[in-house]
């Protein structure tokens, strides 16, 4: 299988990364994308994948930088010819989501608009999703893959549902961790997978610093408890991904961000601070994913 990292940033506008996305190709040509923040959809197409050749897209959560690139995903899809629905699986929510977006919601002119002309009569379907809310559990299974889902600690549950994911297919074990702080649900969809995908948001020195001045929301994992998931779950290695813009030279985010990331912490360099902090716990292989990086497993 081919694993296409599409965006590997956070929630901030970021010049040199997309917002939470990967894309997961079998040998067999199917195609399975891992949330939809923004620039999913260019992305795709950068890496010479159509998007309307995605069938199933899954959304851990409903924070705005996993699911803001959906709608254009899934008109550019109508647009491209697609002819069949996409099956999208997410949390409570999602249909609610969904629903609010084409036909019937923000979209409702462009439905109109494009809806008159005979070809997009033709692949109406591709404009009408079909939603699935999942449960922890067995969530989806085709010829291909099998992908289990359980709740993941990023959220209150009564505010925003927030999966973790292990999919299986191909002879390979690969688990997502959408955003979580760590907990024992993760660990063991990590259970001795081939590859770990899991959100490292800030570095320790990072988290340090929002401490002390009381900022931001701290439902994500830091560099050493990422460590630690892995060497608890045996996984066999490990890229970390959604950065938080400590890495960013952006004049913009720096002055934008000054409080929760004050400019003379910032930077590249920041990314040796994650792996030394990683490497405490776990000496396995390790990624730090950018946009566009490609993993054959």
Known sequence: MKITMLGTGAALPDPERGQSAILI???SG????LDCGEGATRQMVRANINPADVGVVLLTHLHHDHISDFPYFVISSWMLNRTDAPLVLGPRGTKRFVGHLFEDG????????????????????AVRPEVREMSPGLVYEDGDIRITANHVEHLPHHI?????????????VLAFSGDTSP?????ELARDADLLIHECTFPESILAHRARNGTGHHGHTSPVELGLIAKQSNAKSVVATHFGHFDTTSPVLRRAASRHLPADLTGPHLMDEVVADIRKNYQGPLRLAHDLMRIDL
């Not at 199917?30 to 994308?33: N, T, V």
């Not at 923000?106 to 379907?125: C, G, P, T, V």
């Open 183 to 187: 907990c024992d649900a993760m660990i």
């Open 25 to 27: 190709s079998t040998d």
């Open 160 to 172: 925003c549902e927030c999966f973790g994911v292990r999919l299986e297919l191909e002879g390979k």
């Open 106 to 125: 923000a979209f409702h002119a462009d439905f109109l608009a494009r809806s008159s002309l005979q070809a997009r009569k033709d692949n109406i379907a």
């Open 30 to 33: 199917r195609h399975y994308l």
